[in-house]
């Protein structure tokens, strides 16, 4: 059976062919007056010169264009005066060189011996925090509920959902919001192989499948699997089925002028692929269902909670000195991210060859498309290379953060994990992973499965009384809802303003003290805008 694909006006696409056909033949020119003839001749040097003109008019625009081009190109990456600077080759501008490894053999002397703090943890811990009874998500009025009556009557929904634990994530609760939008029942999602994060995980492997269905029971409908009759009609195949490729961020009206009339005329559609595909603008009634999906439905499989229960214990019992509270941090510095990110480090030659073939390998090309211009000094200034396990340590240690706190690293394999991990570990020596928190056979079921082993980190970071965010992405960006959600708005969140680090950090003949000053005065300028969370009134997520 073919599929019919619908592109991005909801219409599917059919090539007509023409056959060809006679034309009549023009009339006769006139015969040519040997007057105009030589009127002709004499016009052609006004020609040939007025051509001239225009040629060299077009030479000048032909040399010009590109330099427009160029300038209104690194217009929209940054300040111009910095970029045009650093391509002519003039003196770096500041916080452009990674040199955070000088400062801190520099500073690990004065580091190493100085304990103490100048910021009070009390005020970091101030809020005496339990894990509350878990608030609903917002209350719907009788005029929303209507609107789950009868779900699921127009038919099915199919979703692909990609990326890694937390873009699915986000695929789902779109997912069960689109579904309630156009009232169909939602096929457990599917999630796409990914040739980056390898994980051939399906959606009952990372959450509990008969949770998710029975929460939503009511408001929307959700089966495991497509009807017999259904998957026999298209050949047991689903890729056969009507798919509809959606743009991203789709507004409602999308979804109701386009999206359901065919789900009406073809009672399955399938969505492929799944990522941002909903409009963040939602009517109440929707987006209650996107809170009730990520807070109340989204609950991990029993194997991946039962061994993230036990790590938050070993946690806990591992930050005795600090009342069983402990700081998380995630921390972006694996291969792929370094790679994605087209920073430059302390690696030279070497360092370049590895992230050349990473790039090449994870994304085919695309860092080598000639309109693609690469300035690694640049994204490193405008805060966009992720921070080293080095400069963590060196951020926390400025804070007054001391080396008796226990601090659990959420990440994936560190690049280079040896060379990099190492100042670190000086820095804080209780410093803990799921790795060195679990025993060997106990992972051994999660290996091989990225999403499930960040799923384990997802937990304890949720559990933790700070919580440290180094690069941005949806995991920090759900893990920060979700903390506000279970602890009424008292979730401590430190989030780094790499742009005025870097500087910092690139200053070989700073000291410690000194260092500790800066931090202290750019806090209150929002070097670090810490504790936004933890002093923010209750929410209901």
């Known amino acids: 059976m073919k599929s019919k694909t619908h592109n991005g006006n909801g219409y599917a696409t059919e090539n007509g062919g023409g056959g060809g056909s006679s034309s009549p033949s023009p009339p006769p020119s006139p015969p040519r007056h040997s007057g105009v003839l030589r009127l002709r001749r004499r016009l052609r040097p006004a020609k040939a010169l007025s051509a001239g003109i225009v040629a060299r008019r077009s030479l000048r625009y032909f040399f010009l264009l590109p330099v427009v081009y160029i300038s209104g190109l690194l217009m929209c990456v940054g300040p111009f005066p910095f970029k045009f600077s650093a391509l002519i080759g003039h003196a770096p501008l ?91 029942i939602l096929v457990i999602p599917h999630f796409e192989f990914h040739n980056v994060w390898k994980d051939p995980s399906e959606f009952g492997d990372i959450y509990d499948e008969d949770h ?10 959700v089966v495991k699997e497509l009807p017999e009759a259904i998957m026999e009609r298209h050949n047991y195949n689903t890729s056969s089925i009507t798919t509809i490729r959606v743009q991203a961020w789709a507004p409602v009206s999308y979804y109701l002028g386009v999206v359901y009339p065919i789900l009406q005329t073809e009672g399955v559609i399938r969505i492929a692929p799944f990522a941002n595909r909903l409009a963040m603008s939602v009517p109440p009634h929707i987006q209650f269902l996107r809170c009730l999906t990520n807070y109340k439905a989204l609950k991990f499989s029993s194997s991946i909670s039962a061994l993230a229960e036990n790590l938050v214990y070993r946690m806990i019992e591992k930050s005795s000195r600090t009342d069983g509270k402990y700081i998380a941090v995630h921390l972006r510095f694996e291969e792929d991210m370094v790679a994605f990110s087209c ?37 490193r200034v405008n805060g966009k290379c992720p921070l080293t396990p080095l ?29 990099y991990l190492a100042p670190l570990l000086k820095m804080f020596p209780n410093l803990y992973t799921k790795e060195s928190l679990a025993t060997p056979d106990e992972l051994a079921p999660f290996m091989g499965y990225s999403s499930q082993l960040a799923a384990l980190d997802y937990t304890v970071c949720l559990f933790s009384e700070v919580f440290v965010t180094t690069q941005g992405g949806n995991f920090p960006h759900f893990l920060m809802g979700h903390r506000r959600f279970l602890y009424g708005g008292h979730a401590k969140t430190i989030i780094p303003d790499k742009r005025k680090l870097v500087v910092l950090f690139e200053n070989t003949s700073i000291r410690l003290t000194r260092q500790q000053s800066k931090i202290n005065s750019l806090l209150k300028d929002l070097l670090v805008r810490c504790w936004v969370y933890c002093r923010t009134k209750a929410t209901d997520g």
């Open 343 to 379: 920073c430059v480090y302390d690696g030279g030659r070497a360092e370049k060859l590895e992230m050349d073939s990473a790039r090449e390998k994870g994304w085919r090309g695309k860092f080598k498309r000639k309109d693609r211009i690469i300035v690694p000094d640049l994204y």
């Open 212 to 221: 998710f269905i029975s929460t939503l029971d009511g408001y929307v409908k």
């Open 94 to 184: 500041p916080g452009s060189r990674y040199r955070s490894h000088e400062v801190f053999h520099k500073l690990w002397h004065d580091i190493d011996s100085d304990n103490s703090s100048f910021i009070e943890l009390s005020s970091v811990w101030k809020y005496k925090r339990k894990l509350r009874e878990q608030k609903p998500c917002p209350n719907l009025t009788a005029l929303h509920r209507e609107h789950f009556v009868s779900p699921g009557l127009n038919g099915f929904l199919i979703v692909e959902a990609n990326g890694g634990l937390n873009q699915q994530r986000s695929a789902i609760c779109n997912a069960v919001a689109v579904a309630g939008l156009v009232n169909a």
């Open 391 to 419: 400069e963590v340590g060196m951020m926390l240690r400025g804070m007054g953060i001391n080396n008796n706190t226990s601090i659990y690293l959420a990440s994936g394999k560190i690049y280079h994990a040896e060379k």
